[in-house]
Each structure stands twice: as structure tokens, then as C-alpha cells.
């Protein structure tokens, strides 16, 4: 712990702290300043004043969960916060109700909110490679705004059995707020895919979390033929704001239906790749799934490993939250949202007698391709008693979300269990 | 509006259930991880009881000055080793099998650049972390 020299002005610390965080660095060994990290960083920005945790704290992007409301914390370096599932009851996820997912700290650039000088390179297999500025991509390309799903390939993971690693998200590691950018696919026709582009790698200037600034924090890609459906952006604008520093300022990736690691934030280049990309988690188990159903438990080659692309159809209840006390024989609401990786909700039904009876709700059209659809349902309790509600959205080819998780996979992607919340009915 | 049904939340129950998941039996039987299945962490939120780990706050607070991990053998090992990346909060996640602690600890090494201590403390560690946050014991 440093004692601050200026605790009465809560704005400075992070930049006084942030930029002497290098210079900190090559001081130190990382192992003790890792393990004074370890010691000292809170999970709430509740700290006693005059007392700071040392500078790496802020790169972590910890202290920029102030603004954040109601998200649960499961890890603070990296940072990960997932939301409970009743605070996602807006058809436009808010910014303080928008999940964070941190592979390693935040840059510079992003905690400043500087982005002079940045570009956007696209190389690779292309006739014409561009570097680009903001400016460029707003003026030289068609401008689109579309409310989008981003979903962690992990959410879910807490609900496999036995446990696959990594962060324990629940049901809340997704969002769909809504994005302003421009086409990838269009970029890609300025700068002329040649006949051997299969696949797009993604680049940014994040931190990995040993503090070595050559090594890639993460590097995933899209196929070109997925990214040139047009639904795939470049955005700098998330809900009519600048990207956040904790969501990719100042320009990301969206790549709808794919799980969001391969929405890169703070872009700074995509390599147009002539085979599957192979940057930072996309080899070895990240994000991928055995070729072949496995039992649980299994330890899978990794050349039996394949990429996860479209995520699962999925569903969540987010209104009442779970543990809400109603009244017996009265109708009551029950709502949420539903979204698939393909794209196609088709029918949407909820239970409240443990899956077996189930009745359908109503499903509004999605304000675009890949933005989640409000489901509604009415229900009404028999008599009084614990009730759970079970809800199951169903895509366009009949798959539906299963009662229990579906298959097990050694790291814990794509599980699109059925979400449960409970209501107690009074007489 | 939670307060009916506010029973105790000591549901330590939880975690027993995955030493029944038994891995790599010859003869896997799927309803065996559906015997005895506890009611969760919290009787107000179903989710809790499909979880392969006991709500945070139901297995002991662990020691402070070792970021919450629990004392033991090669706690502190463990502590200095891996906090030089991460925090401990990513460990105290984690129940899974002793093989997936053998891939992670090669996956650090490999891709994520961890530097590796000598052998001895090497086995320290993957013993402390099999032991403590395991899916199978």
C-alpha cells in the first residue's frame, strides 16, 4: 500500500499513479509487486482515504468500476464482473449494466481517453493495404448504429460439472447495447480481398498481465466469409458515447454470434490471415470445443479441438428477479430477452412447474439482425408456495436450450442451459 | 422481496457432490451427478444449486495475507507464484480435475510467459492447487 499524497482529490491519483507505473516496473521485481498487488487491491472502491493500492491497481481498470451498478466481481486483475440477471432488463444494456471481460490490463491510451495518432491497419492477404484513422472510418465509409449481443464464450461455465477453468461466470457475462461504427465488409472491399484471405486476426494495444508489452494479450478472428455478412462492425460508439476505456476505447470489434472475444477491443489492426488465424487464444483449448461429444471430465488432444463460432440460442429472465414475492391466482409478468449466434429466435416458452407443462410467450421482432427480442409471458400460481420459472428459447432448426447444461467441454464454452429464477406466491 | 424461506445458507453440501462425478469411470453413469443434488447456496436463486462450486463465502475466508487463499502446504509458494500475474481471486474460482491443473501450469508456461520455479517448488504448487481447488477430492 502507498499512503497518498493527495487523498482529497480522487481524479489525480489515477494519472499521477498510472504513468509512474513503467518506471515502478523496471524497479521491481514482478514478483513482489505482483504480490503486493495480491495483498493490496479491494474489491470495492471503498478504500480508507489517504490509502491507495499501488499503481498497477489502476490499469486494471478496478477503479473504473465506480461506474458500474450492481455487477458482481469475480476476479480484479484481471477484471471480470458479471450482472445479475434481473439488472438486464433493458432492451439497450446500459454502460453501468454492461459486463466487463478483461484478458489483461487497460491501456494507457483507453484510461486517458486519448486517441491522437491512433490508426486501424488492414494487411494481410488484400490488394491494398490501409491504415486508417477514426476520422477516415467515419468520413470514408457508410455509418451504421445496430443494437448487437455480445456474450463471453464462458458464460455458463459455472454450471459445468465437474468444473472446467477459468472465470465462473453465471448468466450474466452478456449485454446488448448499442453500437455505431462502420462495416467491416466494407473496409474489406476498399482494401480488396484476394482470392487466399480465409480468416481476419485481430490486434490491439492491451497490456498482458505479466507487464511484458511485446507479448499479445489476445489475438482472435472471425472467418472472412462470417465477417462479410455485413453484420460484423468496426465501432468507436457504444449508446451514443466514445467506446469507455473498459470497453475498447477508442475502437473495437463486433463481431455478432461469435462469442465477444473475438469482438478485439482497442483495435489497432486486422491482418487479413490465408489460413485459420492462430494468434493469442485461438490455439490450444481457448475458446474451442471437441470435435466429438465428450463425457465429462474427458481430456481432450488438442488436435481434436475445433474453434467455437456461432454461440448457442439462449434466454434469460431479468424481470421479476429471482426470490420475488407474488400473489397466488394473479397474473403476473414474467420477461426477458433471447438471442442465438445464428441469428434465427424463433419460439420462446416458459414453465413454472419444473418443466412439465410449458406454455409459450410472446416474442417481439428484434430491432435488427442479432439484437436480442423481448420475450413476455403472463403467469399465474396456482395457490401459494415456491415456484420456479424455467424459461427456453428455440431457434429456427427446432435446437432448444436444455435443462441441464449440454455437453461438457474441458474449458466450459457455449453452455446454454435453461435460466431459473424463483417466486414465492402468497395466499 | 426475499425474506420468506431466508433458511441458513450453509449449503457446504455442495462441493461433496463432485467427488461423485466419477471421472473416467469405466462404466459412466450420468444420473450419478444427479443424486443427491443440495438445494444451492441460496433456496431464492435455482441457479445456485446447478453449480459446480459453493456460493463465495460458504467455504471460509481463506488467510488475508495470502489474497484469501486458504493455509496449507505451499500456500505461500503458490501465492508469490502466481500473484505475479494474476490475483488470487482467478484460483479461488476454480474446481477442476488434477490433469486440467497439469494442462494450465503448462499453458502458463508456454503461452502466458510465467516464469517456472524449480521442480520441487513446481510440485509444491500443482499439490497445493489439486488439493485445494479440485473437482475431485
Same mark, same amino acid.
Given at each position: 500500500?502507498?499512503?497518498?499524497?493527495?487523498?482529497?482529490?480522487?481524479?489525480?491519483?489515477?494519472?499521477?499513479?498510472?504513468?509512474?507505473?513503467?518506471?515502478?516496473?523496471?524497479?521491481?521485481?514482478?514478483?513482489?509487486?505482483?504480490?503486493?498487488?495480491?495483498?493490496?487491491?479491494?474489491?470495492?472502491?471503498?478504500?480508507?482515504?489517504?490509502?491507495?493500492?499501488?499503481?498497477?491497481?489502476?490499469?486494471?481498470?478496478?477503479?473504473?468500476?465506480?461506474?458500474?451498478?450492481?455487477?458482481?466481481?469475480?476476479?480484479?486483475?484481471?477484471?471480470?464482473?458479471?450482472?445479475?440477471?434481473?439488472?438486464?432488463?433493458?432492451?439497450?444494456?446500459?454502460?453501468?449494466?454492461?459486463?466487463?471481460?478483461?484478458?489483461?490490463?487497460?491501456?494507457?491510451?483507453?484510461?486517458?481517453?486519448?486517441?491522437?495518432?491512433?490508426?486501424?491497419?488492414?494487411?494481410?492477404?488484400?490488394?491494398?493495404?490501409?491504415?486508417?484513422?477514426?476520422?477516415?472510418?467515419?468520413?470514408?465509409?457508410?455509418?451504421?448504429?445496430?443494437?448487437?449481443?455480445?456474450?463471453?464464450?464462458?458464460?455458463?461455465?459455472?454450471?459445468?460439472?465437474?468444473?472446467?477453468?477459468?472465470?465462473?461466470?453465471?448468466?450474466?457475462?452478456?449485454?446488448?447495447?448499442?453500437?455505431?461504427?462502420?462495416?467491416?465488409?466494407?473496409?474489406?472491399?476498399?482494401?480488396?480481398?484476394?482470392?487466399?484471405?480465409?480468416?481476419?486476426?485481430?490486434?490491439?494495444?492491451?497490456?498482458?498481465?505479466?507487464?511484458?508489452?511485446?507479448?499479445?494479450?489476445?489475438?482472435?478472428?472471425?472467418?472472412?466469409?462470417?465477417?462479410?455478412?455485413?453484420?460484423?462492425?468496426?465501432?468507436?460508439?457504444?449508446?451514443?458515447?466514445?467506446?469507455?476505456?473498459?470497453?475498447?476505447?477508442?475502437?473495437?470489434?463486433?463481431?455478432?454470434?461469435?462469442?465477444?472475444?473475438?469482438?478485439?477491443?482497442?483495435?489497432?489492426?486486422?491482418?487479413?490471415?490465408?489460413?485459420?488465424?492462430?494468434?493469442?487464444?485461438?490455439?490450444?483449448?481457448?475458446?474451442?470445443?471437441?470435435?466429438?461429444?465428450?463425457?465429462?471430465?474427458?481430456?481432450?488432444?488438442?488436435?481434436?479441438?475445433?474453434?467455437?463460432?456461432?454461440?448457442?440460442?439462449?434466454?434469460?429472465?431479468?424481470?421479476?428477479?429471482?426470490?420475488?414475492?407474488?400473489?397466488?391466482?394473479?397474473?403476473?409478468?414474467?420477461?426477458?430477452?433471447?438471442?442465438?449466434?445464428?441469428?434465427?429466435?424463433?419460439?420462446?416458452?416458459?414453465?413454472?412447474?419444473?418443466?412439465?407443462?410449458?406454455?409459450?410467450?410472446?416474442?417481439?421482432?428484434?430491432?435488427?439482425?442479432?439484437?436480442?427480442?423481448?420475450?413476455?409471458?403472463?403467469?399465474?400460481?396456482?395457490?401459494?408456495?415456491?415456484?420456479?420459472?424455467?424459461?427456453?428459447?428455440?431457434?429456427?432448426?427446432?435446437?432448444?436450450?436444455?435443462?441441464?447444461?449440454?455437453?461438457?467441454?474441458?474449458?466450459?464454452?457455449?453452455?446454454?442451459?435453461?435460466?431459473?429464477?424463483?417466486?414465492?406466491?402468497?395466499? | 422481496?426475499?425474506?420468506?424461506?431466508?433458511?441458513?445458507?450453509? /449449503?457446504?453440501?455442495?462441493? /461433496?457432490?463432485? /467427488?461423485?462425478?466419477?471421472?473416467?469411470?469405466?462404466?459412466?453413469?450420468?444420473?450419478?451427478?444427479? /443424486?443427491?443434488?443440495?438445494?444451492?447456496?441460496?433456496?431464492?436463486?435455482?441457479?445456485?444449486?446447478?453449480?459446480?462450486?459453493?456460493?463465495?463465502?460458504?467455504?471460509?475466508?481463506?488467510?488475508?495475507?495470502?489474497?484469501?487463499?486458504?493455509?496449507?502446504?505451499?500456500?505461500?509458494?503458490?501465492?508469490?507464484?502466481?500473484?505475479?500475474?494474476?490475483?488470487?481471486?482467478?484460483?479461488?474460482?476454480?474446481?477442476?480435475?488434477?490433469?486440467?491443473?497439469?494442462?494450465?501450469?503448462?499453458?502458463?508456461?508456454?503461452?502466458?510467459?510465467?516464469?517456472?520455479?524449480?521442480?520441487?517448488?513446481?510440485?509444491?504448487?500443482?499439490?497445493?492447487?489439486?488439493?485445494?481447488?479440485?473437482?475431485?477430492?
Amino acid at each position: 500500500m502507498l499512503v497518498d499524497p493527495n487523498p482529497t482529490d480522487p481524479q489525480s491519483r489515477g494519472d499521477q499513479y498510472s504513468s509512474s507505473r513503467r518506471a515502478f516496473m523496471k524497479t521491481t521485481g514482478l514478483t513482489a509487486l505482483g504480490a503486493l498487488l495480491g495483498m493490496a487491491v479491494p474489491f470495492e472502491r471503498n478504500l480508507p482515504a489517504g490509502i491507495i493500492p499501488v499503481a498497477l491497481a489502476q490499469d486494471t481498470g478496478m477503479d473504473l468500476m465506480s461506474g458500474k451498478k450492481g455487477l458482481v466481481v469475480l476476479g480484479d486483475r484481471p477484471l471480470n464482473a458479471e450482472v445479475p440477471a434481473h439488472l438486464l432488463d433493458d432492451d439497450i444494456t446500459p454502460y453501468e449494466h454492461l459486463f466487463v471481460r478483461m484478458n489483461g490490463l487497460v491501456p494507457q491510451t483507453a484510461l486517458d481517453q486519448n486517441a491522437e495518432n491512433w490508426t486501424l491497419t488492414i494487411d494481410g492477404e488484400v490488394e491494398n493495404p490501409l491504415e486508417l484513422t477514426i476520422d477516415d472510418l467515419k468520413s470514408r465509409f457508410e455509418n451504421v448504429t445496430s443494437r448487437l449481443v455480445i456474450e463471453c464464450g464462458g458464460n455458463g461455465r459455472a454450471f459445468f460439472q465437474p468444473g472446467t477453468s477459468g472465470n465462473q461466470w453465471t448468466v450474466g457475462a452478456v449485454g446488448c447495447p448499442e453500437w455505431t461504427g462502420v462495416r467491416l465488409s466494407d473496409v474489406l472491399k476498399e482494401a480488396g480481398l484476394k482470392k487466399t484471405a480465409v480468416y481476419t486476426g485481430h490486434y490491439s494495444n492491451d497490456v498482458h498481465l505479466s507487464g511484458d508489452e511485446e507479448k499479445e494479450v489476445i489475438s482472435r478472428g472471425a472467418p472472412i466469409a462470417k465477417v462479410m455478412e455485413g453484420d460484423t462492425i468496426i465501432a468507436w460508439a457504444m449508446n451514443g458515447e466514445p467506446l469507455s476505456a473498459l470497453h475498447g476505447f477508442p475502437l473495437r470489434v463486433i463481431v455478432p454470434g461469435y462469442p465477444a472475444s473475438a469482438s478485439q477491443k482497442y483495435l489497432n489492426r486486422i491482418w487479413i490471415r490465408d489460413k485459420e488465424h492462430d494468434g493469442a487464444k485461438m490455439t490450444g483449448d481457448s475458446y474451442r470445443l471437441p470435435a466429438y461429444p465428450v463425457a465429462p471430465g474427458t481430456e481432450v488432444p488438442e488436435s481434436d479441438m475445433v474453434v467455437l463460432t456461432n454461440m448457442p440460442i439462449k434466454s434469460i429472465v431479468t424481470f421479476p428477479e429471482t426470490g420475488t414475492e407474488v400473489k397466488a391466482r394473479e397474473q403476473v409478468e414474467v420477461r426477458g430477452h433471447a438471442w442465438c449466434g445464428k441469428g434465427n429466435v424463433a419460439t420462446m416458452h416458459v414453465s413454472v412447474d419444473f418443466g412439465q407443462t410449458w406454455q409459450e410467450a410472446t416474442l417481439e421482432p428484434a430491432a435488427n439482425r442479432f439484437a436480442w427480442q423481448r420475450w413476455r409471458a403472463n403467469v399465474t400460481l396456482p395457490q401459494h408456495g415456491y415456484y420456479e420459472v424455467w424459461a427456453r428459447a428455440t431457434d429456427g432448426d427446432g435446437i432448444s436450450q436444455p435443462p441441464l447444461s449440454p455437453v461438457w467441454n474441458p474449458r466450459g464454452y457455449a453452455n446454454n442451459i435453461q435460466h431459473r429464477i424463483a417466486l414465492v406466491a402468497t395466499a | 422481496m426475499k425474506h420468506l424461506f431466508a433458511m441458513g445458507t450453509g /449449503a457446504v453440501a455442495v462441493l /461433496a457432490l463432485g /467427488a461423485g462425478l466419477a471421472l473416467a469411470a469405466p462404466e459412466p453413469d450420468p444420473m450419478t451427478a444427479l /443424486a443427491g443434488r443440495p438445494a444451492g447456496a441460496d433456496p431464492l436463486d435455482p441457479m445456485t444449486a446447478l453449480m459446480a462450486r459453493p456460493e463465495e463465502g460458504t467455504g471460509g475466508e481463506g488467510n488475508v495475507e495470502l489474497g484469501g487463499l486458504p493455509d496449507g502446504p505451499g500456500a505461500e509458494d503458490t501465492f508469490y507464484q502466481c500473484v505475479a500475474c494474476h490475483s488470487t481471486e482467478i484460483i479461488k474460482q476454480q474446481r477442476v480435475t488434477d490433469h486440467r491443473w497439469d494442462e494450465l501450469w503448462t499453458w502458463m508456461v508456454e503461452k502466458q510467459g510465467m516464469a517456472e520455479p524449480d521442480e520441487e517448488t513446481k510440485k509444491v504448487i500443482l499439490t497445493y492447487l489439486k488439493t485445494n481447488f479440485s473437482s475431485e477430492r
